[in-house]
């Protein structure tokens, strides 16, 4: 892992075999392993309806937040807290043809207590 580390590069992409959320390894041992980088949480203080934020975190950044955890739950709710507006949008869409709700980038819903 250290190799790893040291070789950062915009040219150098690595896997591992950690999957999902489990933090398990891809043969299903254990792992305690827990320094990677998290992605930034970038809050945009302009009042902007759902389809604008959406399309403007698209252009601008990656997207809009999905949360899939309690722990990136918590973290959406210290940086939302300095909102300059009543709301902050996630990245959670619902469709009534399905009749579901999806992340906009595609994770599954399997969190639900925002």
Known sequence: MKALITT????FTAWVGLFRDSWRWSDW???SFRYW??????LIKENKTWEEALDYCRE???GLVSITNPYQQRWVEVIA???????????LRYS???????????????????
């Open 60 to 62: 601008s950044h990656r």
């Open 81 to 91: 807290k300095n909102a300059s507006s009543p709301f902050v949008w996630l990245g």
């Open 37 to 42: 980088d998290a992605d930034k949480l970038i």
């Open 29 to 31: 041992s254990n792992s």
């Open 96 to 114: 009534c043809t399905l009749d579901l709700w999806f992340w906009v980038n595609d994770k599954l819903v399997c969190y639900e207590k925002w």
């Open 8 to 11: 950062k590069s915009s040219q």
